[in-house]
């Protein structure tokens, strides 16, 4: 345990005087298996989710811990289909549209 801890500080120090890392304030918080900084959102946030597939436990999520709207994208056809079969509350706004460098 000591090792590990150890070992993280050194890391943040590491990646804060390349100033890569952060030190604000604010703490993370868990949503998910993703640790989030979630101080500045309220019902009236919105968030994209890019990718979503077959999997929208995150994004459910973000609506029951702040009741946020999600729009969630993904041009795959398992996914438009797969979201298609499911029922999602009114602040899941699903897009069928991708983000690529290229048209």
């Known amino acids: 345990m000591v090792l590990k801890l150890l ?43 890019f990718g979503v597939g077959d999997n929208v436990a995150w994004d459910l999520a973000m609506i029951r811990q702040f009741g946020c709207t ?7 056809p398992a996914s438009i289909a797969w979201i298609a079969r499911q029922s999602l509350p009114p602040e899941f706004v699903f897009h069928d549209v991708g983000i690529s460098n290229f048209d």
Do not use: M, N, Q
Not at 9 to 24: F, G, M, Q, S, Y
Not at 29 to 45: I, M
Not at 70 to 76: G, I, K
């Open 7 to 49: 070992k993280l500080t050194i890391r943040r120090h590491r990646l804060a005087r390349a100033k890569v890392l952060d030190e604000t304030a604010h703490r993370p918080t868990r949503v998910g298996d993703w640790a989030l900084v979630t101080e500045p959102l309220h019902a009236g946030s919105v968030v994209y989710s």
């Open 70 to 76: 999600v729009h969630a994208f993904d041009p795959t």
